[in-house]
């Protein structure tokens, strides 16, 4: 395995992997809160970083059929939750290109100034 390229976010609200603390998604770009994922509550994201994506499938869900792939941890390889790659019911278009992250699969991070990023405390830093 190479090395593992990590974008840092900053500010005041950021969202990270719960294993391992790998950045994901800052506050502002929350769509909807009110999404059910696999194993419970989910928020929708229209914007996700440090992630990889699985191959793409059709699931039937809660609003019908769509395609998704499944979102990986870029750094500890967990399933945070899914892509949305297309929405056939055209009620649901507005979900395409957005990221289903479960709550119980992320944490929120500290004031995530520059300053205050320490990659020394990084589980993949050096890799």
Not at 12 to 18: F, K, L
Not at 84 to 90: D, T
């Amino acid at each position: 395995m190479g090395k593992i390229f990590k974008i840092y976010l900053c500010g005041d609200r950021i969202y990270s992997c719960s294993g391992c603390r790998t950045h994901l998604a800052k506050h502002d770009q929350i769509v909807s809160k009110a999404f059910q994922g696999r194993h419970g509550r989910a928020f929708l994201f229209s914007n996700v970083v440090n992630i990889t994506l699985g191959p793409k499938e059709d699931r039937i869900l809660i609003t019908g059929l769509h395609t998704v792939a499944d979102v990986y941890c870029n750094c500890c390889q967990a399933v945070l939750g899914w892509k949305y790659v297309e929405a056939f019911e055209e009620s649901q278009k507005y979900k395409e290109g957005k990221c289903i992250i479960e709550k119980a699969k992320m944490a929120m991070e500290p004031n995530m100034l520059p300053e205050n990023i320490h990659r020394s405390n990084d589980p993949c830093y050096g890799l």
